[in-house]
């Protein structure tokens, strides 16, 4: 019995100093210093086979990301490779770096998903979007005095989210400025950061040290 009160209190002081830690790093309570959300880290010795070879396809030669969507939906291994593969093939759309970017920042944005925001408006400048449309979807401004190719990605994708529909000029010119395939994966761009960005939310991924948020609270 005294063996059994000796562990129980272990385990308690241990959960005070770890909520403690969290607390002065400011943090909030429930996210783990690690993985930097409410998940703590999968560990490549806990999965089975077939865990480990979709550990090694998401982690390639490096090491596995310690925060972001791969190390949440590695608690579903299963799961965590369709998102992996569907998301490596996007980054090769036919609309190129730019539009990929853009539609990955217009998902983010309608979700108020900062994490995959702060990541993806750096690379959207690298990709050459410009700053007036990143501007215009961070900031939800009028759009009538940006090139049309922008300005429609916007359009599709702020009907997508906010009314659930996209009526039948809206399409067209998508379709006339991208192609059909183009339309079809800009849309998917959207529902795949959507996806992972409501992952993301729910867990409380925080940003990592040395990224700095840049989207504002609407």
Known sequence: MILMRSHV?????????????TAQSGLPADIDSHSLSRLPPVQRDQLNEDGKRIWDLIAGRGAMP???????????????????????????????????????????????????????????VRAGLDQATIDAVKFNRDITTLPEKDATVIRLGRASFRDHKVDAALWA?????????????ITTIMGDYAMVGLVLNAVNQQLPPGRVSTLPAR
């Open 66 to 124: 310690v925060t972001g969507p791969a190390p949440a939906t590695m608690h579903s291994p299963k799961l965590a490779e369709p998102i992996q593969n569907l998301n490596q093939y996007l980054r090769t759309t036919v609309v190129g770096p730019k539009y990929f970017e853009l539609s990955a920042l217009i998902a983010a944005r309608e979700i108020d998903q900062d994490y995959e925001w702060s990541g993806h408006e750096p690379a959207a």
């Open 173 to 185: 010119k998508t379709v006339q400025l991208f192609g059909r395939q183009g339309a079809v994966e």
């Open 9 to 21: 209190l272990t385990f308690v002081l241990a959960a005070v100093a770890v909520v403690a830690a």
